[in-house]
């Protein structure tokens, strides 16, 4: 489970960053008085558009940057007192994850299973379960500069989950991948949520958004504009499809949602 | 979890061609690469010079007795051919047009200054940008100097011990490791610093801003591993590589010493192995270790901080200049390691190693810069450990 309360981001910005945005102001806030909670066995989805703080706010719950106020906890664990013990819980992909490219497949998965503090027992089983299901075997000791995106793609589902995370964040996973690529995404939080686990992912595609998630909230400009599930989403709509109604939402002044 | 993140990170960097290139094969063949070449070049030079033939071009010999004298040099220190000049314009130009090599003017008053037993100047001519001129200059004049005062003895019924009561000896009671220490001992330190900072570079610069812009630090820093065992961890093989090619650079040298008979004295030779003891091996990589580490510290914090592979290149690659330029203090004679320099980073430890090769270095010194050096590398540590925690470093 995941529960954020008022989660604030703030980032001090450069002399080159407040050139570049055309401003004098020397902070720029990312998100805003951010609360929300993902339960088990249901998916959750992060909507916004490109700048919203998407990324920032899953980076926050992996644990990756620290929130500038707020709380963040994980399966009941102080994610900012204790990240240590709550990265145990969490299995982190991003649709920019880079891979090793020198190493081969077995290579990298020994490496996170190690890191991750995963016994040698049940790596053996949870590596031979993943290698089976994402049909590795045949490139397992191949380079994985040499493999093609698929095939990386898969190497990264194994590594993300080789620890059996309880809690899973996907940030724009599907971003920049073909239909069959990623169809082992889609495939793959279909199954987390099977196995009763915690899923959040982020998007702006409201088609994959309404084929996988239970929940949703979204945010522009680091603020949330909606929270809630998506049964209820689609009672409510005042337009015509998915993609008209989050455009509204975002569009809108707080006092019309 | 420190030694495996060593472990991948090393085996990552192993498989980089372009790391092993400076870590490995560069910094072994640098050296019988660059002494071959240097000595075929100077070698060929030599006999070059020794064996171009040389026109004399003179002037005033009326009685042909310089033209005499310089026919009876033997034709083994290099062959000539002596042609005879009215005046010594028409000379000087004939050499400044490279159609006579050297010139000799002998003055007009010569049979005068003899006869008066005066001193006679002779002068000679020559382009001394010109490689051999000089000597063959120096031996021909040498040859006419020696005639010359024994006709003078023998006019004057003398010996040359009754005009020569005081001779100058020099007796040299350095040990022949302390010569070669003095001699080779500037080169051998800038070799081992400069390896040892080129071989940190890549690796550096791969694991740090490499992983940031290849997508993967994002994911390494969402383990549950404190984020300074993963610095340490990188920091090992960085540290690692530049030792590695310092080393290497000692086998090069070895290797181009041993194998291509670049000396034949055995002496030298027997020297050059005594060094070679796991004393000096120690002490040298304790002097090195610090210095490497510190070399880590100071470009990590750019590796991190540096947003492209091609950014933290332009930045380190000229830092490499400001590094290394301190170790060619080993080259200038006088300076040593006293209290002073004792303290001045990098040249401290060439002073040191300089001072090793020689064989006298005191345990006193030692430990001063052994401790110098430690406590710099703790600081460059401690400044890597904030970059790398700083949020605006870790994303790309």
Same mark, same amino acid.
């Given at each position: 489970?995941?529960?954020?309360?008022?989660?604030?981001?703030?980032?001090?910005?450069?002399?080159?960053?407040?050139?570049?945005?055309?401003?004098?102001?020397?902070?720029?806030?990312?998100?805003?008085?951010?609360?929300?909670?993902?339960?088990?066995?249901?998916?959750?989805? %992060?909507?916004?558009?490109?700048?919203?703080?998407?990324?920032?706010? %899953?980076?926050?719950?992996?644990?990756?940057?620290?929130?500038?106020?707020?709380?963040?906890?994980?399966?009941?664990?102080?994610?900012?007192?204790?990240?240590?013990?709550?990265?145990?819980?969490?299995?982190?992909?991003?649709?920019?994850?880079?891979?090793?490219?020198?190493?081969?497949?077995?290579?990298?998965?020994?490496?996170?299973?190690?890191?991750?503090?995963?016994?040698?027992?049940?790596?053996?089983? *949870?590596?031979?379960? %993943?290698?089976?299901?994402?049909?590795?075997?045949?490139?397992?000791?191949?380079?994985?500069?040499?493999?093609?995106?698929?095939?990386?793609?898969?190497?990264?589902?194994? *590594?993300?989950?080789?620890?059996?995370?309880?809690?899973?964040?996907?940030?724009?996973?599907?971003?920049?991948?073909?239909?069959?690529?990623?169809?082992?995404?889609?495939?793959?939080?279909?199954?987390?949520?099977?196995?009763?686990?915690?899923?959040?992912?982020?998007?702006?595609?409201?088609?994959?958004?309404?084929? %996988?998630?239970?929940?949703?909230?979204?945010?522009?400009?680091?603020?949330?504009?909606?929270?809630?599930?998506?049964?209820?989403? *689609?009672?409510?709509?005042?337009?015509?499809?998915?993609?008209?109604?989050?455009?509204?939402?975002?569009?809108?002044?707080?006092?019309?949602? | 979890?420190?030694?495996?993140?060593?472990?991948?990170?090393?085996?990552?960097? +192993?498989?980089?061609?372009? $790391?092993?290139? @400076?870590?490995?094969?560069?910094?072994?063949?640098?050296?019988?690469?660059?002494?071959?070449?240097?000595?075929?070049?100077?070698?060929?030079?030599?006999?070059?010079?020794?064996?171009?033939?040389?026109?004399?071009?003179?002037?005033?010999?009326?009685?042909?007795? =310089?033209?005499?004298?310089?026919?009876?040099?033997?034709?083994?220190?290099?062959?000539?051919?002596?042609?005879?000049?009215?005046?010594?314009?028409?000379?000087?130009?004939?050499?400044?047009?490279?159609?006579?090599? +050297?010139? &000799?003017?002998?003055?007009?008053?010569?049979?005068?200054?003899?006869?008066?037993?005066?001193?006679?100047?002779?002068?000679?001519?020559?382009?001394?940008?010109?490689?051999?001129?000089?000597? !063959?200059?120096?031996? =021909?004049?040498?040859?006419?100097?020696?005639?010359?005062?024994?006709?003078?003895?023998?006019?004057?019924?003398? !010996?040359?011990?009754?005009?020569?009561?005081?001779?100058?000896? $020099?007796?040299?009671?350095?040990?022949?490791?302390?010569?070669?220490?003095?001699?080779?001992?500037?080169? &051998?330190? =800038?070799?081992?610093?400069?390896?040892?900072? /080129?071989?940190?570079?890549?690796?550096?610069?791969?694991?740090?801003?490499?992983?940031?812009?290849?997508? @993967?630090?994002?994911?390494?820093?969402?383990?549950?591993?404190?984020?300074?065992?993963?610095?340490?961890?990188?920091?090992?093989?960085?540290?690692?590589?530049?030792?590695?090619?310092?080393?290497?650079? +000692?086998?090069?040298?070895? /290797?181009?010493?041993?194998?291509?008979?670049?000396?034949?004295?055995?002496?030298?030779?027997?020297?050059?192995?005594?060094?070679?003891?796991?004393?000096?091996?120690?002490? #040298?990589?304790?002097?090195? #270790?610090?210095?490497?580490?510190?070399?880590?510290?100071?470009?990590?914090?750019?590796?991190? =901080?540096?947003?492209?592979?091609?950014?933290?290149?332009? /930045?380190?690659?000229?830092?490499?200049?400001?590094?290394?330029?301190?170790?060619?203090?080993?080259?200038?004679?006088?300076?040593?390691?006293?209290?002073?320099?004792?303290?001045?980073?990098?040249?401290?430890?060439?002073?040191?190693?300089?001072?090793?090769?020689?064989? @006298?270095?005191?345990?006193?010194?030692?430990?001063?810069?052994?401790?110098?050096?430690?406590?710099?590398?703790?600081?460059?540590?401690?400044?890597?450990?904030?970059?790398?925690?700083?949020?605006?470093?870790?994303?790309?």
């Amino acid at each position: 489970m995941i529960s954020i309360q008022n989660l604030n981001k703030t980032f001090t910005l450069t002399k080159q960053q407040r050139k570049e945005l055309n401003t004098d102001q020397k902070t720029a806030t990312a998100v805003q008085d951010l609360s929300f909670s993902c339960q088990p066995g249901r998916v959750f989805s %992060l909507l916004g558009p490109n700048g919203a703080g998407k990324t920032t706010t %899953l980076r926050m719950i992996a644990t990756l940057i620290a929130p500038t106020t707020g709380q963040i906890h994980i399966n009941g664990i102080n994610a900012l007192s204790q990240p240590q013990e709550a990265r145990k819980h969490i299995g982190f992909l991003t649709g920019s994850t880079g891979l090793y490219a020198r190493l081969t497949p077995i290579e990298v998965i020994d490496y996170y299973a190690d890191l991750y503090g995963v016994e040698k027992a049940a790596r053996e089983q *949870r590596k031979e379960e %993943l290698f089976s299901l994402l049909h590795m075997q045949d490139f397992l000791h191949k380079r994985i500069g040499k493999l093609s995106t698929g095939m990386k793609q898969k190497v990264s589902i194994c *590594r993300t989950m080789i620890h059996d995370p309880s809690v899973v964040i996907f940030d724009e996973p599907t971003s920049g991948l073909d239909v069959i690529t990623a169809e082992n995404i889609i495939k793959l939080i279909r199954s987390c949520k099977d196995q009763g686990k915690t899923v959040i992912f982020s998007s702006h595609i409201m088609s994959e958004v309404d084929l %996988l998630c239970d929940d949703l909230a979204i945010i522009h400009q680091g603020t949330l504009k909606y929270n809630g599930t998506m049964a209820d989403f *689609r009672a409510n709509m005042q337009t015509a499809n998915l993609t008209e109604e989050f455009i509204r939402i975002v569009q809108a002044p707080n006092s019309q949602l | 979890m420190i030694f495996r993140i060593f472990r991948k990170e090393l085996l990552d960097t +192993l498989r980089d061609r372009r $790391t092993l290139m @400076t870590m490995l094969v560069i910094p072994i063949l640098a050296f019988p690469i660059i002494i071959n070449v240097f000595v075929e070049i100077s070698k060929s030079f030599e006999e070059g010079a020794d064996t171009k033939m040389m026109k004399v071009g003179i002037v005033g010999d009326h009685n042909k007795n =310089y033209i005499q004298q310089l026919e009876q040099i033997p034709a083994a220190v290099g062959p000539k051919k002596i042609v005879v000049f009215k005046d010594s314009l028409t000379l000087r130009k004939a050499i400044e047009a490279d159609q006579i090599q +050297l010139g &000799l003017i002998i003055p007009a008053n010569e049979n005068n200054l003899r006869e008066n037993q005066q001193t006679i100047t002779i002068n000679w001519l020559l382009d001394a940008s010109e490689v051999g001129r000089s000597e !063959r200059a120096a031996l =021909y004049g040498s040859s006419l100097q020696a005639n010359a005062d024994a006709q003078r003895l023998q006019t004057l019924g003398l !010996r040359p011990e009754q005009i020569k009561p005081l001779a100058n000896n $020099t007796i040299n009671c350095a040990s022949d490791k302390k010569m070669l220490g003095q001699l080779a001992g500037g080169i &051998l330190p =800038y070799i081992f610093i400069a390896f040892g900072f /080129i071989g940190c570079m890549y690796p550096a610069i791969d694991l740090f801003t490499g992983e940031k812009e290849r997508g @993967t630090l994002e994911t390494l820093l969402t383990v549950p591993v404190a984020r300074w065992k993963i610095l340490i961890g990188k920091m090992l093989v960085v540290v690692s590589s530049g030792m590695l090619a310092a080393s290497c650079s +000692l086998i090069g040298l070895f /290797i181009s010493i041993e194998f291509l008979d670049l000396t034949d004295n055995q002496e030298i030779l027997k020297v050059i192995h005594g060094i070679l003891t796991p004393y000096f091996i120690s002490s #040298l990589l304790a002097l090195l #270790l610090p210095l490497v580490i510190f070399f880590a510290g100071v470009m990590i914090p750019i590796a991190i =901080y540096a947003k492209s592979f091609k950014e933290a290149q332009s /930045i380190i690659t000229p830092l490499n200049i400001v590094m290394v330029l301190p170790a060619m203090v080993g080259f200038f004679p006088g300076i040593e390691l006293n209290l002073n320099t004792a303290f001045i980073p990098v040249v401290n430890v060439v002073l040191a190693t300089k001072e090793l090769v020689a064989g @006298t270095l005191s345990w006193l010194y030692f430990a001063g810069v052994f401790s110098v050096m430690c406590l710099l590398a703790t600081l460059a540590i401690v400044l890597s450990y904030k970059q790398f925690g700083k949020e605006s470093n870790i994303l790309s």
